[in-house]
């Protein structure tokens, strides 16, 4: 975790700033600059700021010298440094942007570009940038709103138009992109991005042969260009012309072209240990609401935490629910956007990766060349931009099934495939699903054939078949849906296709993009979805089975055209995938006259999908492990990849080996508070396969300082932000280096103002709050309550921690201003578990809390009372030694304990309910609400639970048969939250 950067604000007087750097130094230093040679032009700077500390223009050089030239985090503190002296440069905010956004925080970017445009809006070099990042977080509205600001100042800026035209592709404004796109290359025939730019666009309304002519000019330009190529191969998948001879030999090109000249020797880690916790990297642009992460949440999210430390390294800044969720699983959660491929390489050798996912492939997000630099012992493949072989040598394995790559075809692939049982992937339904309608035929008179793929899968091959079908079924429809159809250009050009094929247009329903219920609900106007080939669909034919709508799917000659086929064989429908397009075209005709087993399917067909092993992901979850486990065991015994082929029952073999691989699985001990006994250990190990760990503010140390801390800190479950006002924590220095404690001294929670610390002679006396006068104090607490001296504290409102997306414990004591500091934490604890407010009985100090001003609060904002904890009580009997007995009666202060209010409580996650459940038997020794919590997600975990207690008889058969259960919609919090959160605190610091 970060720590706080104290900055000492610099008056600039007169005095301080009658000695600037000199013009022809300053010359010399922009000359050294623009020449990139960076050790003297930092050295010249350096100098300029040893000699003028008070000019802005020395810190600004030196800080932009050190983002340039690699030293991103360092240029930091040099570039806060320049703003105090010249808070209104819109320059250095803007160099501030760039190093904000190089390391990582694009939030923080936009807010110093906003800053820089405020003061100076015709700043071009901003408004260029801040276009970019909001089209890179999908933003495309607010983009055009700065185009259109743009356009005042510089209209004619190729970097505007290019970008321009991005936002609108993107908002389905196709024609109007294009347009642009060609306006660009016209005026710039021989600049091979915008060459690029417009051949992806060609590419995205079916235009394969310009896209394709368009790729390779701008390769014979920059022949270095690996996204162009890429961008080239998907496509050749496209495209029906080409063989799966083709597309592998185009596959391997790309790694000739690419592959690095120089690379260091893959790393070796040290532990070989083949049953020990593996750190997992992957790479996607994907974790969001996005095919992949539709195909891959749930099963991670049930991948054991303590089997597998996963890495999210996300290529895309967008932020969405399914985001959340991926963080929250994610151990470790960053954006490397900002990185170029020898700076991620770097990055993954530096974060000890065992083995890579790469969920990019040579589609979006595309990090291929870093993966060439072989930054990880074990490379491989698996969904995001899965359309065939990567080509690449450096990628060990690919993640497939029986389906998607049949017995044969291992020769077409670099990689050594792991062939898994079912699905390649774990299909999860996003909850918003409207239900199944009755056939729509029957109400109709007639069947409507439907296919809501990316319409860039069409072509004349599909359309001609499709047409063909039409036909045969006299008086039914098409029914084409996808973003494409809302350019008028590309719907009449796939209507004159059609009619040239003898399709007249009332027979045609072509929709534009609509939210994703409405395009659920468009299912219910589909009798029959029919495939497109040779690029099938993947999410499209499970969304498709989940509305009741059987799909009839061609496999295609690439991993991309088996998409649907192995959806289909898994969802328990083989029969749906044929082998010519003869029986294509029959199998359509044949579903069409049998209204009454169209009927039948579409009842059934949600159930089943939902019950097979495209959304089983357990078992999903399971096998992934195994696989995993398999090829990391066998690198530990240096042997070359292999495939890996799994048989039904969830056995693997690797080729050429006659026995199945026996999987050495680690067990590690469960996270737990107390110790059990022997009978309740030997009866059952409890797992609460607790996911992403509890994120606690500690108001004043009280935490931190309780016997036994650091072992709560050991359980790894905990993140813990403590404010130390008063200097009561004796040896700070013991956590100075635990990742799971950030400790800020001086500074405690308020209103965001300025506060006073009244410092006073008994340490525990020291508060923010004035101290009662002497005659309201009990006699032994007079003389600790004198007041030593007076000291300015920074105080933060929770509101203002921008970076804190969850906080589950808030800890309070009964020194603060209780009342103000939940009045300005409305909005962070909307989502809160836990309150704790030690609440004082006997009042010491002014405005000190009370039960009763504190339990009106928590009933106004979604919060019950729940009961008093840690009590602590005065005894009227005098102070003597010899006492037997001493008895203490009186309420002197306790902890009073606030939960969720029963609305809130009900509606809370499963995930939630778990983090609460663990959060009270750790801490709070809690038994019977852990046990109705953990019931609420899944009674049979509950049970468990009660036997690991010891609480009811063990039954012996209940720890063979149970396996550990992870919940579905289990939604933990992300472990990324700490740095953003000690950014934050350290810039509302700064501001006082």
């Given at each position: 975790?970060s720590?706080?950067?104290?900055?000492?604000?610099?008056?600039q007087?007169?005095?301080?700033?009658?000695?600037?750097?000199?013009?022809?130094?300053?010359?010399?230093?922009?000359?050294?600059?623009?020449?990139?040679?960076?050790?003297?032009?930092?050295?010249?700077?350096?100098?300029?700021?040893?000699?003028?500390?008070?000019?802005?223009?020395?810190?600004?050089?030196?800080?932009?010298?050190?983002?340039?030239?690699?030293?991103?985090?360092?240029?930091?503190?040099?570039?806060?440094?320049?703003?105090?002296?010249?808070?209104?440069?819109?320059?250095?905010?803007?160099?501030?942007?760039?190093?904000?956004?190089?390391?990582?925080?694009?939030?923080?970017?936009?807010?110093?570009?906003?800053?820089?445009?405020?003061?100076?809006?015709?700043?071009?070099?901003?408004?260029?940038?801040?276009?970019?990042?909001?089209?890179?977080?999908?933003?495309?509205?607010?983009?055009l709103e700065?185009?259109?600001?743009?356009?005042?100042?510089?209209?004619?800026?190729?970097?505007?138009?290019?970008?321009?035209?991005?936002?609108?592709i993107?908002?389905?404004?196709?024609?109007?992109?294009?347009?642009?796109?060609?306006?660009?290359?016209?005026?710039?025939?021989?600049?091979?991005?915008?060459?690029?730019?417009?051949?992806?666009?060609?590419?995205?309304?079916?235009?394969?042969?310009?896209?394709?002519?368009?790729?390779?000019?701008?390769?014979?330009?920059?022949?270095?260009?690996?996204?162009?190529?890429?961008?080239?191969?998907?496509?050749?998948?496209?495209?029906?012309?080409?063989?799966?001879?083709?597309?592998?030999?185009?596959?391997?090109?790309?790694?000739?072209?690419?592959?690095?000249?120089?690379?260091?020797?893959?790393?070796?880690?040290?532990?070989?240990?083949?049953?020990?916790?593996?750190?997992?990297?992957?790479?996607?642009?994907?974790?969001?609401?996005?095919?992949?992460?539709?195909?891959?949440?749930?099963?991670?999210?049930?991948?054991?935490?303590?089997?597998?430390?996963?890495?999210?390294?996300?290529?895309?800044?967008?932020?969405?629910?399914?985001?959340?969720?991926?963080?929250?699983?994610?151990?470790?959660?960053?954006?490397?956007?900002?990185?170029?491929?020898?700076?991620?390489?770097?990055k993954?050798?530096?974060?000890?990766?065992?083995?890579?996912?790469?969920?990019?492939?040579?589609?979006?997000?595309?990090?291929?060349?870093?993966?060439?630099?072989?930054?990880?012992?074990?490379?491989?493949?698996?969904?995001?931009?899965?359309?065939?072989?990567?080509?690449?040598?450096?990628?060990?394995?690919?993640?497939?099934?029986?389906?998607e790559?049949?017995?044969?075809?291992?020769?077409?692939?670099?990689?050594?495939?792991?062939?898994?049982?079912?699905?390649?992937?774990?299909?999860?339904?996003?909850?918003?699903?409207?239900?199944?309608?009755?056939?729509?035929?029957?109400?109709?008179?007639?069947?409507?054939?439907?296919?809501?793929?990316?319409?860039?899968?069409?072509?004349?091959?599909?359309?001609?078949?499709?047409?063909?079908?039409?036909?045969?079924?006299?008086?039914?429809?098409?029914?084409?849906?996808?973003?494409?159809?809302d350019?008028?250009e590309?719907?009449?050009?796939?209507?004159?296709?059609?009619?040239?094929?003898?399709?007249?247009?009332?027979r045609?329903?072509?929709?534009?993009?609509?939210?994703?219920?409405?395009?659920?609900?468009?299912?219910?106007?589909?009798?029959?979805?029919?495939?497109?080939?040779?690029?099938?669909?993947?999410?499209?034919?499970?969304?498709?089975?989940?509305?009741?709508?059987?799909?009839?799917?061609?496999?295609?000659?690439?991993?991309?055209?088996?998409?649907?086929?192995?959806?289909?064989?898994?969802?328990?429908?083989?029969?749906?995938?044929?082998?010519?397009w003869e029986?294509?075209?029959?199998?359509?005709?044949?579903?069409?006259?049998?209204?009454?087993s169209?009927t039948?399917?579409?009842?059934?067909?949600?159930?089943?999908?939902?019950?097979?092993?495209?959304?089983?992901?357990?078992?999903?979850?399971?096998?992934?492990?195994?696989?995993?486990?398999?090829?990391?065991?066998?690198?530990?015994?240096?042997?070359?990849?292999?495939?890996?082929?799994?048989?039904?029952?969830?056995?693997?073999?690797?080729?050429?080996?006659?026995?199945?691989?026996?999987?050495?699985?680690?067990?590690?001990?469960?996270?737990?508070?107390?110790?059990?006994?022997?009978?309740?250990?030997?009866?059952v190990?409890?797992?609460?396969?607790?996911?992403?760990?509890?994120?606690?503010?500690?108001?004043?140390?009280?935490?931190?300082?309780e016997?036994?801390?650091?072992?709560?800190?050991?359980?790894?479950?905990?993140?813990?932000?403590?404010?130390?006002?008063?200097?009561?924590?004796?040896?700070?220095?013991?956590?100075?280096?635990?990742?799971?404690?950030?400790?800020?001294?001086?500074?405690?929670?308020?209103?965001?103002?300025?506060?006073?610390?009244?410092?006073?002679?008994?340490?525990?006396?020291?508060?923010?709050?004035?101290?009662?006068?002497?005659?309201?104090?009990?006699?032994?607490?007079?003389?600790?309550?004198?007041?030593l001296?007076?000291?300015?504290?920074?105080t933060?409102?929770?509101?203002?921690?921008?970076?804190?997306?969850?906080?589950?414990?808030?800890?309070?004591?009964?020194l603060?201003?209780?009342?103000?500091?939940?009045?300005?934490?409305?909005?962070?604890?909307?989502?809160?578990?836990?309150?704790?407010?030690?609440?004082?009985?006997?009042?010491?100090?002014?405005?000190?809390?009370?039960?009763?001003?504190?339990?009106?609060?928590?009933?106004?904002?979604?919060?019950?009372?729940?009961?008093?904890?840690?009590?602590?009580?005065?005894?009227?009997?005098?102070?003597?030694?010899?006492?037997?007995?001493?008895?203490?009666?009186?309420?002197?202060?306790?902890?009073?304990?606030?939960?969720?209010?029963?609305?809130?409580?009900?509606?809370?996650?499963?995930?939630?309910?778990?983090?609460?459940?663990?959060?009270?038997?750790?801490?709070?020794?809690?038994?019977d609400?852990?046990?109705?919590?953990?019931?609420?997600?899944?009674?049979?975990?509950?049970?468990?639970?009660?036997?690991?207690?010891?609480?009811?008889?063990?039954?012996?058969?209940?720890?063979?048969?149970?396996?550990?259960?992870?919940?579905?919609?289990?939604?933990?919090?992300?472990?990324?939250t700490?740095?953003?959160?000690?950014?934050?605190?350290?810039?509302?610091?700064?501001?006082?």
């Amino acid at each position: 975790m970060s720590k706080i950067r104290q900055h000492a604000r610099i008056s600039q007087t007169r005095h301080q700033t009658r000695h600037a750097v000199a013009p022809k130094q300053q010359q010399k230093l922009i000359a050294l600059y623009q020449a990139r040679q960076w050790d003297k032009a930092e050295a010249l700077a350096r100098e300029m700021t040893s000699k003028h500390p008070f000019d802005p223009f020395a810190w600004k050089s030196l800080g932009s010298v050190l983002l340039e030239s690699g030293q991103r985090h360092s240029s930091l503190d040099v570039l806060e440094k320049a703003l105090t002296l010249a808070p209104d440069d819109p320059e250095l905010h803007n160099t501030m942007a760039q190093a904000m956004y190089r390391l990582g925080h694009a939030s923080e970017a936009v807010a110093h570009l906003e800053k820089a445009l405020e003061i100076k809006p015709a700043f071009k070099q901003a408004r260029l940038m801040l276009i970019k990042l909001h089209n890179d977080a999908g933003e495309f509205e607010k983009a055009l709103e700065h185009i259109a600001i743009a356009e005042r100042d510089f209209a004619d800026d190729d970097t505007l138009l290019s970008r321009k035209a991005h936002a609108l592709i993107q908002l389905t404004r196709f024609g109007e992109g294009i347009r642009i796109h060609e306006t660009i290359v016209a005026k710039y025939p021989d600049d091979p991005a915008h060459l690029s730019n417009l051949a992806s666009a060609y590419r995205n309304v079916g235009r394969f042969e310009e896209a394709e002519a368009y790729y390779r000019k701008a390769l014979e330009l920059a022949p270095d260009q690996d996204k162009t190529f890429s961008n080239l191969l998907m496509s050749m998948h496209y495209n029906p012309a080409y063989s799966a001879e083709d597309l592998f030999k185009a596959h391997l090109e790309w790694d000739t072209r690419f592959q690095p000249k120089e690379r260091k020797p893959r790393p070796r880690p040290a532990d070989l240990s083949s049953d020990r916790r593996l750190r997992i990297g992957m790479i996607s642009a994907g974790f969001r609401i996005h095919p992949v992460g539709q195909m891959i949440t749930s099963a991670l999210e049930a991948l054991p935490r303590e089997d597998f430390e996963i890495f999210a390294y996300t290529m895309n800044d967008m932020v969405d629910p399914l985001t959340k969720r991926m963080q929250q699983r994610a151990d470790h959660w960053m954006s490397v956007t900002h990185l170029t491929e020898p700076q991620l390489a770097d990055k993954l050798r530096s974060d000890r990766i065992d083995i890579l996912l790469d969920l990019c492939g040579h589609t979006e997000g595309n990090r291929l060349r870093a993966v060439a630099l072989e930054p990880a012992p074990l490379q491989v493949k698996w969904v995001g931009g899965l359309i065939n072989t990567t080509g690449l040598q450096a990628m060990d394995y690919l993640i497939s099934d029986a389906v998607e790559t049949p017995p044969g075809v291992d020769h077409l692939y670099t990689e050594k495939l792991i062939r898994l049982p079912d699905d390649y992937i774990c299909y999860m339904p996003r909850g918003d699903a409207p239900e199944p309608s009755a056939l729509p035929a029957l109400d109709n008179g007639y069947v409507t054939f439907g296919c809501f793929n990316n319409p860039s899968k069409l072509n004349e091959v599909i359309l001609g078949k499709w047409a063909s079908i039409l036909h045969r079924v006299p008086d039914s429809r098409l029914f084409l849906k996808g973003m494409q159809f809302d350019s008028d250009e590309f719907a009449e050009r796939t209507c004159q296709t059609m009619e040239r094929l003898g399709i007249e247009r009332h027979r045609l329903i072509l929709e534009g993009h609509s939210k994703h219920r409405e395009l659920l609900q468009a299912y219910n106007r589909v009798d029959i979805a029919l495939d497109p080939w040779p690029y099938s669909g993947g999410l499209t034919t499970c969304e498709a089975l989940l509305m009741g709508v059987p799909v009839i799917t061609l496999p295609g000659p690439s991993f991309a055209g088996r998409h649907s086929a192995t959806h289909l064989t898994n969802a328990g429908l083989p029969e749906l995938v044929v082998d010519s397009w003869e029986r294509y075209e029959a199998l359509a005709v044949e579903l069409a006259s049998d209204p009454a087993s169209l009927t039948t399917i579409r009842r059934s067909l949600r159930r089943q999908i939902k019950r097979s092993p495209v959304c089983d992901y357990k078992r999903f979850a399971k096998h992934l492990g195994i696989a995993l486990r398999a090829i990391w065991q066998r690198y530990c015994e240096d042997k070359m990849p292999a495939a890996l082929t799994f048989n039904k029952d969830g056995r693997a073999w690797f080729e050429g080996e006659s026995e199945p691989v026996n999987v050495k699985i680690p067990k590690i001990a469960s996270t737990e508070s107390q110790p059990q006994s022997a009978a309740a250990k030997a009866a059952v190990d409890f797992d609460w396969q607790l996911q992403g760990k509890i994120i606690a503010i500690d108001n004043t140390t009280k935490l931190v300082r309780e016997t036994g801390f650091e072992k709560l800190l050991d359980l790894n479950t905990f993140a813990v932000i403590a404010f130390d006002p008063g200097s009561r924590v004796k040896n700070p220095d013991q956590f100075k280096d635990h990742e799971n404690l950030q400790l800020f001294p001086h500074a405690l929670l308020g209103d965001g103002q300025p506060a006073t610390l009244h410092a006073c002679l008994a340490p525990e006396m020291s508060s923010t709050l004035k101290p009662l006068p002497p005659e309201q104090l009990p006699a032994e607490r007079r003389q600790g309550a004198q007041v030593l001296t007076s000291l300015p504290i920074n105080t933060i409102a929770l509101d203002s921690i921008q970076g804190l997306q969850s906080l589950d414990w808030l800890i309070l004591d009964d020194l603060s201003d209780a009342t103000k500091i939940l009045e300005h934490g409305e909005k962070a604890l909307r989502d809160t578990l836990m309150v704790q407010v030690r609440v004082a009985f006997h009042p010491t100090h002014e405005r000190q809390p009370n039960l009763s001003e504190i339990s009106h609060w928590m009933c106004r904002n979604g919060f019950r009372f729940y009961r008093l904890n840690d009590f602590h009580h005065k005894s009227h009997l005098p102070d003597r030694d010899d006492w037997l007995q001493h008895q203490a009666t009186e309420l002197e202060s306790a902890d009073a304990l606030f939960l969720p209010s029963h609305k809130r409580m009900a509606q809370l996650s499963a995930g939630q309910k778990i983090k609460l459940a663990f959060l009270l038997h750790t801490v709070y020794g809690v038994q019977d609400l852990t046990y109705s919590l953990l019931a609420d997600v899944d009674p049979e975990k509950a049970e468990l639970y009660l036997i690991a207690e010891g609480m009811v008889p063990t039954k012996a058969s209940m720890g063979e048969s149970l396996e550990k259960q992870t919940p579905h919609n289990l939604a933990p919090p992300a472990d990324n939250t700490e740095d953003t959160i000690s950014q934050d605190i350290d810039r509302l610091m700064s501001i006082h």
